[in-house]
């Protein structure tokens, strides 16, 4: 079933999210064993979208900082990257640092971006790192609703990005809990998709989310 436009759009970071419906009648197997045949086969973005277009846009940032943080674990902390875990995972601590101004908001992707061009010539597992947390970022400062968002499928693209450090990790323990923690059900609640942000062009061409509709 396709949702209608929501009615109104708060920038409210914690605004219920009144237009998602249950999914306590979809089996999520459903979801998951087709994303994950996307992203074992190479089709990482295919995959994030499948997932991340079934995430509540409240719990986006937490679904990304995980998967960031459980990355992040296996690096020496890095200040521009524990920031985006800050701005996504604890939004109350972030803006009792210095309010949740727009400005601000880019500055955590701005300050990572300059990480991201100075580990170009680091090692792989540094470099996804960097692009995940970027990722990150992105999806953070849409969901709080800040004006002049970033690319829609900023999403779509950590699920990319984590492929990339579970290739450069090559451990398959660590791939299983990246995995799961992509694929963590708690968080896949969208019947069909949502807006990431009251001002995203993207969000509007909903005939581009049609190949992920669940029949019934
Ligand atoms: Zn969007």
């Given amino acids: 079933m396709r949702h209608a436009l929501p009615p109104c759009y708060s920038l409210e970071y914690n605004e219920p999210v009144t237009w998602w419906q249950s999914m306590e009648h ?3 197997s459903r979801i998951i064993a087709p994303a994950w045949a996307l992203w074992d086969a190479g089709m990482e973005t295919e995959a994030g979208k499948v997932l991340y277009e079934r995430i509540a846009r409240k719990s986006r940032p937490v679904w990304a900082a995980n998967i960031l943080l459980l990355a992040y674990e296996l690096i020496s902390p890095v200040p ?4 985006v875990i800050t701005f996504a995972r604890f ?9 949740p101004t727009t400005k601000k908001a880019h500055f955590v992707f701005d300050n990572v971006r300059r990480v991201t061009l100075l580990s170009e010539r680091g090692d792989q597992l540094f470099q996804h790192l960097c692009l995940l947390a970027e990722n990150v970022a992105k999806v ?6 800040f004006a002049a968002p970033f690319d829609h499928d900023a999403g779509w ?11 450069a990790v090559a451990d398959p323990d ?7 923690t992509i694929a963590n059900e708690e968080h896949i609640t969208l019947e069909s998709p949502t807006r990431c942000n ?6 509007h061409h909903w005939t ?9």
Avoid at 157 to 167: D, H, L, M, Q, R
Wanted: charged content about 20%; overall charge negative.
């Fill in 26 to 28: 979809v089996d999520k």
């Fill in 80 to 83: 521009e990257i524990g920031a």
């Fill in 91 to 99: 939004p109350q601590e972030w803006e009792r640092i210095d309010g």
């Fill in 140 to 145: 953070t400062y849409n969901a709080y609703g």
């Fill in 157 to 167: 693209w950590i699920a990319a990005c984590a492929k990339g450090v579970v290739t």
């Fill in 174 to 180: 660590f791939t299983t809990q990246m995995w799961q």
């Fill in 198 to 203: 009251p001002y995203c062009p993207t969000c």
């Fill in 208 to 216: 581009l989310f049609s190949d992920i509709v669940l029949d019934h």
